[in-house]
């Protein structure tokens, strides 16, 4: 008996390598398997990223960029690539918006100039003060009072969806690229079933919209096919420069954590899941996307906003529409030091990898 376990303790156990250089090891993706190391491993990642733009033919060459850049992992890493592959034959710009947290946002702005100015990337920051005349600070604990408001992260995302459209076409940009990934794709379509918004479901791509109108600029997401994961791995790899260190202290609130959470668990249990549900919904796609006839009658269905002159259907586009909404409900709400307890109380428990909002 004592002799059998001495053999267990001495069995040799094979040193993992890289598949492709038999080096050690620095990273193992559970659903290949595969095992690379360092330079194997950057490799891939950038590999695939050039090859998700080819694929959904994402931009062309000498067509001006303009990247949303939040001073977050996924939109640095995103501003790196782009400026590394395609810096020589496109124009490539960033837009940093201010949503008005205070304490959280100018230390990521701060970053996310920083990055620009390393590599001499032209930047823009616009702020919801100056567009909106309102902060997210001012905004949040009003939509909190009020969940017919909508949610504090699809709220913040028509406003800021808003001003990338409008600065992308005042800034003349063919493209404006953002930094989602895989898992926020994922998470997207899973919450569209489970809240059965079909219309919602077909917009989703790595391209925007499904209307050509030249109120719309493109948006593009080169890291449409890459995990989160691999992302803050990559980022950690090469050294870039990000912003991590605490969470937009709305982003708690956010539904998407709750898929974000269950995917996590699957993805971990069955590795490989995420891009099973990608490639599902990339196969029925051709299936449920509008026909080439009936986008020319949708685009004509489109105005420009009485307010901000952003393409709608209707009077107001949905930011302006939601601006309207919040005016009258800060007229009939006084206090508001009440919810800020409210949200540190929770923000307390949170770490920035346990939430995560609708920005990249
Ligand atoms: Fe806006 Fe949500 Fe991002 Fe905060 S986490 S900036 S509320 S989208
Ligand atoms: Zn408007």
Same mark, same amino acid.
């Given at each position: 008996?004592?002799?059998?376990?001495?053999?267990?303790?001495?069995?040799?156990?094979?040193?993992?390598?890289?598949?492709?250089?038999?080096?050690?090891?620095?990273?193992?993706?559970?659903?290949?398997?595969?095992?690379?190391?360092?330079?194997?491993?950057?490799?891939?990642?950038?590999?695939?990223?050039?090859?998700?733009?080819?694929?959904?033919?994402?931009?062309?060459?000498?067509?001006?960029?303009?990247?949303?850049?939040?001073?977050?992992?996924?939109?640095?890493?995103?501003?790196?690539?782009?400026?590394?592959?395609? *810096?020589?034959?496109?124009?490539? &710009? $960033?837009?940093?918006?201010?949503?008005?947290?205070?304490?959280?946002?100018?230390?990521?702005?701060?970053?996310?100039?920083?990055?620009?100015?390393? !590599?001499? #990337?032209?930047?823009?920051?616009? *702020?919801?003060?100056?567009?909106?005349?309102?902060?997210?600070?001012?905004?949040?604990?009003?939509?909190?009072?009020?969940?017919?408001?909508?949610?504090?992260?699809?709220?913040?995302?028509?406003?800021?969806?808003?001003?990338?459209?409008?600065?992308?076409?005042?800034?003349?940009?063919?493209?404006? $690229?953002?930094?989602?990934?895989?898992?926020?794709?994922?998470?997207?379509?899973?919450?569209?079933?489970?809240?059965?918004?079909?219309?919602?479901?077909?917009?989703?791509?790595?391209?925007?919209? #499904?209307?050509?109108?030249?109120?719309?600029?493109?948006? #593009?997401?080169?890291?449409?096919?890459?995990?989160?994961?691999?992302?803050?791995?990559? $980022?950690?790899?090469?050294?870039?420069?990000?912003?991590? +260190?605490?969470?937009?202290?709305?982003?708690?609130?956010?539904?998407?954590?709750?898929?974000?959470?269950?995917?996590?668990?699957?993805?971990?249990?069955?590795?490989?899941?995420?891009? *099973?549900?990608?490639?599902?919904?990339?196969?029925?796609?051709?299936?449920?996307?509008?026909?080439?006839?009936?986008?020319?009658?949708? $685009?004509?269905?489109?105005? &420009?906003?009485?307010?901000?002159?952003?393409?709608?259907?209707?009077? !107001?586009?949905?930011?302006?529409?939601?601006?309207?909404?919040?005016?009258?409900? +800060?007229?009939?709400?006084? *206090?508001?030091?009440?919810?800020?307890?409210?949200?540190?109380?929770?923000?307390?428990?949170?770490?920035?990898?346990?939430?995560?909002?609708?920005?990249?």
């Amino acid at each position: 008996m004592e002799d059998k376990k001495e053999e267990k303790k001495t069995l040799p156990v094979a040193p993992r390598v890289c598949d492709k250089c038999k080096s050690p090891v620095a990273i193992t993706l559970a659903y290949g398997p595969h095992n690379y190391c360092e330079k194997h491993f950057t490799q891939f990642f950038e590999n695939r990223f050039k090859k998700t733009i080819r694929k959904y033919n994402l931009f062309r060459a000498k067509e001006k960029i303009i990247i949303a850049l939040s001073g977050g992992k996924d939109s640095c890493v995103l501003l790196h690539l782009m400026n590394k592959y395609y *810096s020589k034959n496109n124009t490539l &710009e $960033a837009l940093i918006i201010d949503e008005g947290v205070n304490g959280y946002r100018e230390k990521a702005i701060k970053v996310a100039k920083e990055n620009c100015e390393s !590599l001499k #990337i032209r930047y823009t920051v616009i *702020s919801f003060k100056n567009e909106f005349g309102i902060t997210n600070d001012k905004l949040m604990p009003l939509i909190l009072n009020n969940p017919k408001l909508g949610g504090t992260c699809s709220f913040c995302g028509t406003l800021r969806r808003n001003i990338m459209n409008k600065y992308a076409k005042k800034f003349k940009a063919d493209k404006l $690229a953002t930094g989602h990934n895989l898992d926020d794709e994922v998470q997207s379509f899973v919450m569209n079933v489970f809240n059965n918004d079909f219309e919602r479901m077909k917009r989703m791509s790595a391209t925007s919209g #499904i209307i050509d109108h030249e109120g719309f600029v493109k948006r #593009i997401k080169p890291l449409y096919e890459t995990p989160e994961k691999e992302i803050i791995a990559y $980022a950690a790899m090469k050294g870039i420069n990000h912003y991590s +260190q605490e969470c937009c202290p709305y982003s708690w609130t956010a539904k998407r954590n709750e898929y974000r959470e269950m995917l996590n668990h699957f993805e971990n249990r069955f590795p490989g899941t995420e891009h *099973s549900i990608l490639r599902f919904y990339e196969n029925i796609k051709p299936l449920i996307r509008p026909s080439k006839k009936e986008t020319p009658a949708l $685009a004509r269905a489109l105005h &420009e906003c009485k307010t901000c002159g952003e393409p709608t259907e209707r009077e !107001l586009c949905k930011a302006c529409e939601m601006i309207e909404k919040i005016k009258i409900e +800060q007229k009939g709400t006084k *206090s508001t030091s009440k919810d800020k307890k409210h949200l540190d109380k929770y923000n307390k428990a949170l770490t920035c990898s346990s939430t995560k909002g609708s920005c990249n």
